[in-house]
Structures are given as structure tokens and as C-alpha cells.
């Protein structure tokens, strides 16, 4: 009897290490205990119970409870004519060994895209089939009133995880100046996971329209909706209200406040599904979360007419657009004969952030020029045109609702901003450095003409 306590100790001590190499695969690797496969074989393991020694100890378990309650161990003889030793009321028999799980390697994306969160252009990669945000430049721009106190504890409650981006992507976000060069990681979050944190830290608070105690606005027109996203909602929609894309035109059920379809998507007075696994949510997709209610009259003509008001105030980029038009204009193979280009200034700036370059100086020197010197060489004309910024303009609206970026005066000898994105946020920044580089431009002697705005006038530098 006291051999068969050793050996049951011994045997327990193992799976104790088993166990605990599970728990520490499962914490630090993604590859799970697959990861851990190497270090399972140094520990010299005995060759794992067949099928049928399993079977035997089924057989075995259920003969001793009827008849052998109290007895020592048992012997069982295998296979291979090995003998098992088995205690039924000791311990339960062991499970056949499982085939390790089989795991995909990660999918690590390394080209970058932009993505408007909260009115502000976040950088992003797509990884897994959905955007991975930057979540410093999330931090610095949406929630930069809040505490890193306050955001881990909405992070905490909602259970929301962040990754670490490689160092590819690093590379990356310091070279687009989105990230300091000193920076040694940069963490991800899933658009998702943005969108639930920053609806919980900005928008937790009731609508300024909410009354509880006033029914919710109807009219003619209106008709109920609901959505099942975060905790579900239900809501009054106002079609005589959705004059702009973000115009507040859904009343709520329960707090009566009027949000747009953006917000009421996110909106909910229910527990929001911490424990929930959530992928692919997008708030600006609000037309495939909105539902008509269920038991209303003519529900098939309400779902016919919420259909075509989804079809109104489409809001796109300037890239989308060009993708359509290009669909509907043939291009030709080769290159037209030409012997003048017009060139959007301001789509160049844009595209041509400073790499190297610290002070303005050195970013029209080795960043802009020279790409300019490359299309005056190629063509006897050619022209530039900065935009200009009136404050009453569509423009100048949808500016104001992306956000403004950091005020930096443009000078000789001023520093270059980090972030680039955020700098060319700011129509006075904008403003400055068109000016400034027109100057630049028009100083630089070419064979050719070269014709530059700059502000409402122009400048011909031959």
C-alpha cells in the first residue's frame, strides 16, 4: 500500500507540471501549449495509456463501485503485457493524450490606412480582417481630456485588450511621423474596441434632449427601429429630421433623447456585453445595424422605406470617390503625349511627409523640390495649385468635424512636426506652409515655366 501512495504522489507531482507548463503556454504565447512541446519532452514522460488499458479501467472503475468500495489498488494488464496499477476511489483514470490544436500563424499586415474615429483621423492596420488603431494617437487626440487612470478603468470594466504592433509596423508609424523616433512600441486596439471605449468615456452621459418623463418626439412620418449592437436598443426614427449625415434623428425608447444613427448604434441603457467577443463593428456602418421593429403596421412597407433612406447622405472620402470614377472611366495604357501637367499642391504635401528633413528649410529642400525638379524637367509646363481656406465653405465644415491638429507656426528655421497628419489639420498651418513653399519654388531657376499659386495670386518662376 505505501508503494502505491509514491507512486500515486510521483504521478500527481507530474501532472502538476503538465499543468502548470498548460497555464504558462496559455499566459505568454499565443501558440498555446504547442509552444511547449519541446520542454514536455525533456521531462522524459512515459509512453501515454492506450485505448484499450483505458477501456480496462473504465471497466475496472465501475466493477469496484458495486463490489469493492474500501479495497486496494487493482493490477491491470495491458497490451503490451505491462501490469497498470489503479486505485478506482483514489483518483479517476486518466485520459488518452489529445492531438495538440493546430494554429494558424498571425496575421501581420504592413500596409497603412486612416480611419475617422470621433470626428479625428487615426492611422491603422488591417490585421485579421478588421483595422488595428494606434492607440497613442488615439490618446493624444479623442480621449485627451481623460487620464491614463480613467481610461484603464473603462478598459478593465469593458474587458478590452490591447496587442503590440511588430516591428515592421513600428517602423512605420515613426516614419510617417506619427510615432517619435525614440518610441520603443507602439500598442494596437481594434476598431471595434475604440469605438466601445470611446462611446463609454465620451458619450456615457444621457443626451442633452433626454426626458424621461416626456414621451419620445413622433410624427407623421416616424416609424420604430432597434438595434442589437452593445447591450441592443430600441428607438423612434424621424425621417423629417435626417436632413445631414450625422443629423440627430433617432429618438430613444427609454431615455427619449434624440442621437444620430451613428451614436444610436452605440447608445444602450442595458449591461453592454462585457463577456461578448466583438469583431468588425464600425459605427459609420450604422445602415446595417438598423432594423425596423417587429408588430408594426405595413412592417414590409417600413423596411422597404428605411431602405431607401439609408440610401440618402452617403458620406465618402475623396479616395472612394476616385475609385468610383476611375470604375467608370477607361484609362489609357500608355501615357498621353503631353507638354504641360497640373499638379494639386496640397494632395502632394499631403502624400510627401518629411522623412528626414527637421526645420522647414530642409523639407522644402530635400522633400519637396526635388520632386518638383522631376516633373519641370519632363514637361515644358507645368503648374501648382494650393488650395485655399475660406471659413464659410462645405469644406471648412467638414474640417471642423474631423477636428483640428496642433497650432505650429511655419518659419525658415522651425521645427518640422512629428506627427504630419495632425499638423495639416490645421488650415493656418496649411496656409503658412503653401505660402512658404511657393516662395521656395519660385526661387529655383528651370528651363522650363513653372506657374505657382500662392494664396489668391500667383507666381511664375521661369
Not at 252 to 258: A, I, N, R, V
Not at 275 to 287: A, K, L, M
Request: aromatic share 8%.
Amino acid at each position: 500500500m505505501m508503494e502505491h501512495i509514491q507512486h500515486q504522489q510521483g504521478f500527481n507531482s507530474h501532472l502538476k507540471k503538465v499543468l502548470k507548463s498548460y497555464q504558462v503556454a496559455s499566459m505568454n504565447s499565443l501558440s498555446g501549449p504547442a509552444s511547449y512541446t519541446s520542454y514536455w519532452n525533456d521531462l522524459k514522460l512515459s509512453p501515454p495509456i492506450t485505448a484499450a488499458a483505458f477501456d480496462g479501467c473504465v471497466s475496472a472503475a465501475r466493477n469496484a463501485e458495486k463490489t469493492m468500495k474500501g479495497s486496494g489498488p487493482m493490477v491491470i494488464k495491458s497490451e503490451n503485457g505491462k501490469y497498470l496499477e489503479y486505485d478506482p476511489l483514489f483518483s479517476p483514470p486518466p485520459f488518452p493524450v489529445q492531438q495538440l490544436p493546430v494554429f494558424s500563424p498571425a496575421d501581420q499586415s504592413r500596409e497603412r490606412s486612416e480611419t475617422v474615429l470621433e470626428n479625428e483621423c487615426i492611422t491603422c492596420f488591417m490585421v485579421g480582417g478588421e483595422k488595428r488603431l494606434c492607440l497613442p494617437q488615439i490618446l493624444n487626440t479623442v480621449l485627451r481630456d481623460f487620464s491614463l487612470q480613467q481610461i484603464n478603468a473603462v478598459c478593465d470594466e469593458l474587458q478590452i485588450f490591447c496587442s503590440r504592433c511588430n516591428p515592421e509596423q513600428l517602423e512605420i508609424l515613426k516614419v510617417c511621423g506619427i510615432l517619435p523616433f525614440s518610441a520603443p512600441s507602439c500598442g494596437l486596439i481594434t476598431k471595434t474596441d475604440a469605438e466601445r471605449l470611446c462611446n463609454a468615456l465620451l458619450h456615457a452621459r444621457t443626451p442633452a434632449s433626454a426626458s424621461s418623463d416626456a414621451p419620445p418626439p413622433t410624427t407623421k412620418h416616424s416609424f420604430r427601429v432597434y438595434h442589437e449592437c452593445f447591450g441592443k436598443c430600441k428607438g423612434t426614427f424621424i425621417p423629417e429630421l435626417y436632413t445631414e449625415p450625422h443629423a440627430a434623428c433617432i429618438a430613444c425608447c427609454e431615455c427619449h433623447g434624440l442621437v444620430s444613427p451613428q451614436r444610436f448604434v452605440v447608445h444602450s441603457h442595458r449591461p453592454r456585453e462585457n463577456r461578448t467577443c466583438h469583431w468588425g463593428f464600425d459605427s459609420n456602418s450604422w445602415r446595417s445595424y438598423v432594423l425596423v421593429a417587429k408588430n408594426q403596421e405595413n412592417e414590409a412597407q417600413l423596411r422597404e422605406k428605411l431602405d431607401d433612406i439609408k440610401k440618402w447622405l452617403h458620406e465618402c472620402q475623396k479616395s472612394q470617390l476616385a475609385s468610383i470614377l476611375e470604375a467608370k472611366v477607361a484609362v489609357p495604357e500608355t501615357e498621353p503625349v503631353a507638354d504641360a501637367i497640373v499638379i494639386d499642391g496640397s494632395a502632394l504635401v499631403n502624400a510627401l511627409p518629411p522623412r528626414a528633413s527637421k526645420t522647414s528649410a530642409e523639407y522644402a529642400t530635400l522633400d519637396f523640390i526635388p520632386k518638383v525638379a522631376t516633373y519641370a524637367v519632363k514637361y515644358k509646363r507645368m503648374g501648382i495649385f494650393f488650395d485655399v481656406y475660406q471659413p464659410s465653405s462645405l469644406n471648412a465644415e467638414t474640417r471642423i468635424k474631423r477636428g483640428k491638429g496642433a497650432r505650429r507656426r511655419v518659419t525658415e528655421n522651425g521645427k518640422m512636426p512629428r506627427n504630419w497628419q495632425s499638423f495639416l489639420r490645421d488650415d493656418t498651418n496649411k496656409t503658412e506652409l503653401f505660402e512658404y513653399l511657393a516662395m521656395k519654388v519660385a526661387d529655383v531657376r528651370t528651363e522650363n515655366t513653372v506657374i505657382i499659386t500662392k494664396g489668391a495670386n500667383a507666381i511664375i518662376a521661369i
